[in-house]
């Protein structure tokens, strides 16, 4: 069964800019949700979504955004990027919901210079 | 947001050596999960605890939830090198959103 599969894997944007990443989940999960992880704040939650709506909400900014597609597969999207947003994008899937057993891609790096 | 503290944030033994870490909260879980995530990977689940006062084993990993549901420990017997990165406890809150604790670095000396 292949795992979570996120892309792209490693990027770099310039402040102002904007960025999508794109999570596949297991096959058969429903729920993705997305994470941010960074050396001073840890892993902190941004969003998930099930049956391609938003279910849950973390406490980031309005620019950080994302959706699910019919197929599972979620994209989220950084606008106005701030150097603070570097750091490891992780999508995790579930079969149902959030708060259970999740299992996490590789996650994407983004470094914003 | 609640917080789970996690201790130690990292520790360094020698191979061969048994190893325990724990997670305390303020509020109640009503699961404990403990991650392992390598250098460059995403988090691995390890154990899943459902049910106060259980306690579950994966090969040399042990786990427990708190009988008090407000804390959970993480004990790994016999360490080997492959046993090298970070751990993470991790809880649902409010059903809504995982909370993780900060991790614990474990570096192992052949």
């Known amino acids: 069964k292949a795992g979570v599969t996120q892309t792209p894997r490693y990027l770099i944007k310039t402040r102002g800019q904007q960025v999508t990443l794109s999570c596949s989940p297991i096959?058969?999960?429903?729920?993705v949700s997305w994470y941010q992880q960074t050396p001073g704040q840890g892993l902190q939650f941004l969003f998930e979504?099930?049956?391609?709506?938003?279910?849950n909400k973390g406490n980031f900014p309005g620019r950080f955004s994302g959706r699910q597609f019919s197929n599972s597969r979620s994209e989220m999207n950084v606008s106005t990027l701030e150097l603070g947003d570097s750091a490891l994008y992780l999508c995790?899937?579930?079969?149902?919901?959030?708060?259970?057993?999740?299992?996490f891609g590789e996650g994407s790096r983004l470094t914003v210079l | 947001g609640q917080q789970l503290n996690q201790s130690p944030q990292s520790m360094f033994i020698q191979e061969g050596e048994d190893v325990s870490m724990n997670c305390t909260s303020s509020?109640?879980?009503?699961?404990w999960l403990w991650y392992k995530q390598d250098p460059g990977e995403g988090p691995v689940l390890l154990i899943a605890?459902?049910?106060?006062?259980e306690l579950t084993s994966n090969g040399r990993l042990t786990a427990q939830f708190g009988i008090t549901r407000k804390d959970s420990f993480l004990n790994i017997s016999a360490s080997i090198p492959s046993d090298v990165g970070i751990y993470f406890c991790?809880?649902?809150?409010?059903?809504?959103?995982?909370?993780f604790g900060a991790g614990t670095r474990l570096t192992v000396k052949p």
């Open positions: 995790a899937s579930s079969l149902e919901d959030s708060t259970g057993e999740l299992f």
């Open positions: 096959s058969g999960h429903r729920s």
């Open positions: 979504y099930f049956s391609e709506t938003q279910r």
């Open positions: 509020s109640i879980f009503n699961t």
């Open positions: 605890l459902y049910k106060a006062g």
């Open positions: 991790a809880g649902p809150y409010n059903n809504n959103d995982m909370r």
